[in-house]
């Protein structure tokens, strides 16, 4: 039964549609070449499970980039609310599987509802800093919602530093870094200021990956 119940979640109508765009959108991966560099050999290793993926946000092409990245998973990207304020905007976010928020009130249910789908397996992307940040290029502090998804759920929360382009025709270069265990470091319940610490903690982890990457070789 269960494996009836997983087959079907496996090719659902939505699931059939990101697979299609992700297939039409392979000449993207010729143009965009990505590059990944990794923080060390855990990093390495292909993200299997529930997994929460965080990154800097730099410009609305960034879920793409993240795509292109991580290519061998379906992602369920959070996004805000007011994106879905719109009919359009509504059904192509729905149709990607967006989960919305209110990142300024985020609700108990939605909070439940993300840590079902990371519960059941999934890759939730999303991006900490709440808004394109486009003022540095250092990552904005991250929000500490990520921290009890990942408490409520188990899932690992996995670094990305993606590099800002500067010209369309620059290949998409990111740096992955290691799998973070919020559990497996502050325990079953944290406290608020655990929560709070571990948000810093994984901000300049994002620093740390965007020195990695903009570190001559040679001082490396």
Same mark, same amino acid.
């Given at each position: ?79 805000? +609310? ?14 990607f599987r967006c989960i919305p928020i ?6 108990? +249910? ?42 409520? +759920? ?41 929560? +709070? ?24």
């Amino acid at each position: 039964m269960k494996k009836e119940q997983n087959k079907s979640k496996l090719f659902s109508i939505k699931n059939l549609f990101f697979d299609f765009v992700k297939l039409t959108a392979a000449p993207g991966l010729l143009w965009f070449r990505p590059k990944k560099l990794y923080e060390n050999e855990a990093a390495k290793k292909k993200i299997r499970g529930p997994a929460i993926l965080i990154a800097n946000h730099v410009g609305v092409a960034d879920p793409m980039y993240l795509m292109m990245l991580i290519w061998y998973r379906r992602h369920r990207f959070i996004c805000k +609310s007011e994106l879905m304020s719109t009919k359009t905007g509504k059904f192509w976010l729905t149709l990607f599987r967006c989960i919305p928020i209110d990142k300024d009130n985020m609700s108990f +249910s939605t909070m439940r509802s993300i840590t079902d789908v990371l519960k059941g397996g999934a890759l939730v992307s999303m991006f900490p800093e709440g808004q394109v940040h486009t003022k540095s290029d250092t990552p904005a502090s991250f929000k500490s919602g990520m921290i009890l998804m990942s408490v409520q +759920s188990g899932a690992p929360i996995i670094p990305i530093y993606v590099k800002p382009r500067e010209h369309f025709y620059e290949r998409v270069v990111a740096v992955i870094g290691e799998p973070f265990s919020v559990k497996e470091t502050y325990g079953e319940r944290p406290k608020f200021s655990q929560i +709070s610490e571990a948000a810093e903690l994984l901000h300049q982890k994002e620093i740390k990956l965007m020195e990695l990457l903009n570190t001559p070789k040679g001082d490396k």
